[in-house]
């Protein structure tokens, strides 16, 4: 079973670029990557996702290595509300998400 | 168009009770998953419907625990004689056309097992 591996937590300032890490050295080469994140008391909310190039949309950016055995995602300018749990995922077979711990982002002021 | 809605969003049961949880996806998705929160854990897939049938049901506990989306209604996920380890916060998702496309979720309903 393919996983994913990410720093338990991170913590950056407000208004500066945020770097959130993943590794996948055993994922396939067609399952795509695929990052959500969890506010406080909230549901999961979709970031982005991509396979083999780098992707960028109104939320972050995602870099992904050129071997596809790790990947980054970065917010250009943390904010507060950016405060959340930070999920990289790969996806089951029936397209369910498969969860690991996330990272921990904590965002000061 | 309304996201993803659940209720109730909190839950209160005595062991030995049923819960019922309900989730309306977002209008035109026909795809709907189940995930379960343990308290400081991350999310597990627990079941995934389309209308009227359980395409994947791996993650579900073997007993006492049931899913269903039926032709009109909401998704159910049903519990019976609930034990203070099914304590959670439950999330369902939806998908619009693909199981790979991406997942709306709800607000979780949050059941506490006195």
């Known amino acids: 079973d393919a996983k994913t591996t990410q720093p338990n937590s991170m913590e950056s300032n407000e208004e500066e670029p945020v770097h959130l890490p993943c590794n996948h050295s055993?994922?396939?080469?067609?399952?795509?990557i695929h990052w959500y994140r969890q506010l406080p008391s909230q549901g999961p909310e979709y970031v982005i996702h991509g396979l083999t190039s780098n992707v960028n949309n109104r939320m972050a950016s995602l870099a992904i290595a050129e071997d596809r055995k790790s990947s980054t995602l970065i917010l250009h300018r943390a904010t507060l509300r950016d405060a959340a749990v930070y999920y990289c995922?790969?996806?089951?077979?029936?397209?369910?998400?498969?969860f690991g711990k996330g990272t921990k982002l904590s965002v000061k002021p | 168009n309304a996201g993803v809605m659940q209720n109730p969003r909190h839950l209160v049961r005595r062991r030995g009770q049923e819960a019922r949880l309900r989730c309306s996806p977002m209008k035109g998705h026909s795809h709907v998953y189940w995930y379960r929160q343990l308290p400081e854990e991350g999310l597990k897939f627990m079941v995934y419907l389309q209308k009227e049938n359980i395409i994947d049901e791996s993650g579900m506990p073997k007993e006492r625990f049931s899913a269903e989306f039926p032709k009109e209604g909401p998704s159910i996920l049903r519990i019976q004689q609930v034990v203070r380890g099914d304590s959670a916060a439950y999330f369902c998702?939806?998908?619009?056309?693909?199981?790979?496309?991406?997942?709306?979720f709800g607000p979780g309903t949050r059941l506490t097992v006195l």
């Open positions: 998702a939806s998908s619009p056309y693909r199981p790979r496309d991406e997942q709306f």
């Open positions: 995922i790969r996806r089951g077979s029936q397209g369910n998400l498969i």
């Open positions: 055993t994922i396939s080469g067609t399952d795509y």
